[in-house]
């Protein structure tokens, strides 16, 4: 039996070739990383003739590197590591050696990152942003994406990706310019202008103050871009619209799909780290946005409730 473990931020996540091959991606170690005794039960009950490790070159977040430490505890004599550098193998000694070395640096940075990025996002959830109501007969906007990946698991599929490539190209078809803001240009839209974000390392400890520090980003991409209206398709934990918008002293266009917050609670983790400032946060975003857009009148009762004005809110239906 072979196990390969592919950190990679954005690798597509792929079934084993035969029954003697084991296969772990990114998302699987994350899903249980924060249970230290789900990480062993994934690694330890098999013995291995190799362990792979295919990194992509970023640095490690926290729990990537805990992870690594993990695995250094599967049981097996013989570890190879994939990297751009490229193939090299290795004993447990050498191997696991490095792996604490690098958590030792990795787990201490992210959790200074995540108290700094909480209170970055605290302080934009307890601020007015002042933004003008409307504009008139607008020819341009700019298109803005916070999160770090337009994919899942590594492959460009879902409601996401279709859905900004539909608004974008239904600015183009009503005639306005428009500028992308994004980890990678979506598909379909290459009649845009495009600004590629580039990720940096992603944060992985609280999945909201991910979305905050690449929006530190985003706006650092957008200084100096000019349009007659920011856009941006929500995400817990970001203000980078409501930052750009109000740098440029243009309107807002927030497209809201529903409340992360309530997502993470009831689908994801069912407990949601930092929720009173990422719950602040995603009021903040409803209700200092000149414009707020929603998929379906129920989400707009929603957003109502919510205490967002009825006139601020526009109904775009989803189609199929």
Excluded: C
């Amino acid at each position: 039996m072979r196990l390969t473990v592919d950190l990679r931020f954005d690798a597509v996540s792929r079934p084993p070739v035969d029954l003697a091959e084991r296969h772990m991606g990114l998302h699987d170690l994350l899903g249980a990383a924060r249970r230290p005794r789900q990480v062993m039960n994934l690694i330890r009950p098999e013995r291995y003739e190799e362990v792979t490790i295919i990194e992509d070159g970023r640095p490690l977040s926290g729990l990537q590197a805990a992870a690594l430490v993990a695995v250094g505890l599967a049981r097996t004599r013989r570890f190879r590591v994939d990297d751009p550098g490229g193939s090299r193998a290795t004993g447990r000694g050498a191997f696991l050696g490095r792996a604490l070395a690098r958590a030792a640096v990795a787990v201490p940075r992210e959790l200074w990152s995540t108290l700094r990025l909480s209170r970055l996002a605290k302080r934009a959830a307890e601020r007015r942003f002042e933004l003008p109501g409307a504009v008139s007969a607008p020819r341009s906007v700019l298109y803005v994406r916070t999160e770090p990946t337009l994919r899942w698991e590594g492959t460009y599929v879902g409601g996401s990706a279709t859905h900004t490539t539909g608004v974008v190209t239904g600015f183009m078809a009503n005639g306005l310019g428009v500028r992308v803001l994004a980890a990678e240009r979506p598909a379909g839209t290459e009649g845009a202008a495009f600004s590629e974000v580039s990720v940096g390392r992603p944060y992985q400890l609280v999945r909201g103050l991910s979305y905050t520090a690449y929006g530190e980003r985003v706006v650092h991409a957008g200084r100096g871009l000019r349009a007659d209206f920011v856009y941006q398709r929500y995400t817990l934990g970001s203000s980078a619209g409501l930052e750009l918008a109000e740098r440029a002293g243009v309107p807002l266009v927030l497209e809201f799909n529903g409340s992360d917050v309530w997502v993470e609670e009831q689908w994801n983790s069912g407990r949601l780290r930092f929720a009173r400032t990422l719950s602040a946060l995603e009021r903040r975003n409803l209700t200092d946005a000149s414009l707020v857009v929603v998929v379906s009148d129920v989400l707009r009762e929603a957003v109502v409730d919510h205490g967002v004005l009825a006139e601020r809110l526009l109904v775009n239906p989803n189609g199929v």
